[in-house]
């Protein structure tokens, strides 16, 4: 049955199967248990978006499985069922987190009437975590693809929750904007922020940067420093390339996961923090436990909430939206007119593997409205998909020639340096590190507005 889907549970078996049979005809999918317990594998093995259950049961009564369907994320719509007299239970459950509740012997359309509101209620959260996550995700990242919608959402459901994420993809997915729009998303969105590529350091130096050190802890700590983690307390750190994190490193990172605490190279207490942790990586950090290169019990601590960014390959409908949106971009920084996208540009975009993902389309395209005259876009520029045969000819001053590319590219960074100046033509010659009159110069040979002088 496609409709929504409803848990059942109750120790009488016949209440079961009159609610079943209710349920079924109302259009929702109906799987039983007989108690709390039953209940709580059943839900962990397949959630259902809405539970109802009887409020005294043997081994986990309904209050007991309420509280603990309540941890789960996203959490049921709990609805109880009551006997005659037990109306204070069923409002202090009310209290506790339940939907709604009804009395046993319950009345079909009171049963059905408080049952349409839940299934109205899970509509409406999963509508507006819809929502909330692709304008999350949609400040950091261009898409349209259903993989894409799909990661929005999960990005709206656990970015305000205070759980470690472990974000994994291919390199140039985007998974530090995805990390970005977690942040966004979290009640931390206004504390720091702190980003570390653990591939960047080497092992000792990475220890330090992350955790901190004590003056003298070694050759060149002229003075202690708190540490990465330290300038994060109250808000969040994005370890990025985690699989690259070096082994005394990932003991002190998993101490920092279970108990809050941070020690600094050279000292011998520890410090107390109070750190989100995301991580992210195109590594599989499976095979590298099975190599023993990464620590169980770390990638375990990591991989609370896993998010995974789907490689361009695998999302062909954001290709022509990244694009409109890449050449958008490039047109206004290079300074040329608005540009028309032509479909053969989008069929070759559409036909190519994109092994190095938004990262690579991002650079081809910037590399295109560099390189390619003002009058439009030269697709034999693409460093990828050249069609058989040769190569137009290219002389020193045609459109294809070096010369004119070369003034192309030019013409764009004197645009972006004016326009990084605000049109002040001292501070854009001095970005540029050319003279004031070659500044000049440029701006008559290609036809720019100049701006102002200093102190106009």
Same mark, same amino acid.
């Not at 190599?291 to 990638?299: M, N, P, Q, V, W």
């Given at each position: 049955m496609s409709g929504p889907r409803a848990l059942v549970v109750d120790d009488d078996p016949g209440v079961r199967y009159t609610l079943r049979e209710i349920l079924e005809q109302e259009g929702l999918a109906v799987e039983e248990a007989a108690d709390g317990e039953a209940a709580l594998a059943a839900f962990d093995a397949n959630p259902a978006p809405l539970v109802i259950t009887d409020l005294r049961m043997p081994r986990l009564d309904g209050l007991g499985l309420l509280a603990a369907l309540s941890t789960r994320s996203p959490a049921p719509r709990v609805v109880l069922i009551t006997a005659q007299g037990s109306e204070r239970d069923a409002v202090a459950a009310i209290k506790a987190g339940a939907f709604d509740f009804f009395k046993k012997p319950f009345d079909t359309d009171e049963l059905l009437a408080v049952v349409r509101r839940a299934v109205e209620a899970v509509r409406l959260r999963d509508e507006n975590e819809r929502l909330a996550g692709e304008l999350a995700l949609a400040r950091t990242m261009v898409f349209t693809s259903a993989s894409m919608r799909a990661l929005a959402r999960l990005v709206a459901r656990v970015g305000p929750r205070d759980v470690t994420i472990l974000i994994t993809g291919e390199s140039g997915t985007g998974k530090e904007r995805v990390a970005e729009a977690l942040v966004r998303a979290s009640p931390r969105a206004e504390r720091p922020f702190v980003r570390f590529n653990c591939a960047a350091l080497s092992p000792e130096l990475a220890e330090a940067e992350l955790f901190g050190h004590a003056r003298g802890a070694f050759t060149g700590a002229v003075r202690s420093r708190p540490g990465l983690f330290g300038e994060a307390d109250g808000g969040t750190i994005l370890l990025d390339e985690v699989g690259e994190l070096a082994g005394n490193a990932q003991a002190k990172l998993l101490r920092v996961l279970q108990e809050g605490e941070v020690r600094p190279v050279g000292e011998e207490r520890s410090r107390k923090v109070d750190v989100r942790v995301l991580a992210a990586t195109h590594r599989d950090l499976e095979a590298?436990?099975?190599?023993?290169?990464?620590? &169980?019990?770390?990638?375990?601590?990591? $991989?609370v909430v896993r998010l995974h960014v789907p490689p361009l390959?695998?999302?062909?409908?954001?290709?022509? #939206?990244?694009?409109?949106?890449? #050449?958008d971009r490039f047109a206004e920084r290079f300074g040329v007119a608005s540009l028309r996208v032509p479909e053969a540009?989008?069929?070759?975009?559409?036909?190519?593997?994109?092994?190095? $993902?938004?990262? &690579?389309? &991002? $650079?081809?395209l910037e590399s295109l409205v560099a390189l390619s005259p003002p009058d439009g876009l030269d697709l034999s520029l693409l460093p990828f998909g050249q069609e058989a045969g040769p190569a137009p000819a290219a002389t020193e001053d045609g459109p294809l020639g070096l010369k004119g590319r070369v003034e192309a590219y030019e013409r764009g960074l004197v645009v972006e340096a004016l326009r990084a100046a605000r049109g002040n033509r001292s501070e854009a010659a001095r970005k540029l590190a050319v003279s004031r009159v070659t500044l000049h110069d440029k701006l008559r040979k290609y036809g720019l507005s100049g701006g102002e002088d200093e102190g106009a």
């Open positions: 590298l436990v099975k190599a023993g290169r990464f620590r &169980e019990d770390l990638y375990y601590r990591l $991989n390959r695998d999302r062909p409908d954001d290709v022509a #939206l990244l694009a409109r949106h890449f #050449l540009l989008l069929d070759r975009l559409r036909a190519h593997r994109w092994p190095g $993902n938004v990262r &690579e389309l &991002e $650079n081809a």
